[in-house]
């Protein structure tokens, strides 16, 4: 299978190609391909692809996975309610 069909991150639609390109450009740890490709960055805070990413880390840099550190959960502090936004849109026009 090509590269470029494997999904690693389906919230942000990152490729192998994608994550593979980035190893290759000198990123290397989770948080600096994070910031590029935004892995772990969706809904889903990297539930999903987080522990495939690392394994390819851990290939690309031939490490055991226990190695290669876990990117770091920012949630958030709180919700915003839609009718804020929406007053707030409001009163910019």
Partial sequence: MNKKDIIICRCEDVSLEDLHN???EG?????DIKRILRIGMGPCQGNTCGLLAQR?????LKLPLS???V?????LITGVKLK????????ES
């Fill in 27 to 31: 990123y290397t740890t989770f948080e």
């Fill in 67 to 69: 190695q290669v550190k």
């Fill in 56 to 60: 390819e880390i851990a290939k690309y």
């Fill in 71 to 75: 990117h770091k959960v920012r949630p």
């Fill in 22 to 24: 980035c190893l290759e």
């Fill in 84 to 91: 804020a936004i929406v007053e707030n849109n409001k009163n």
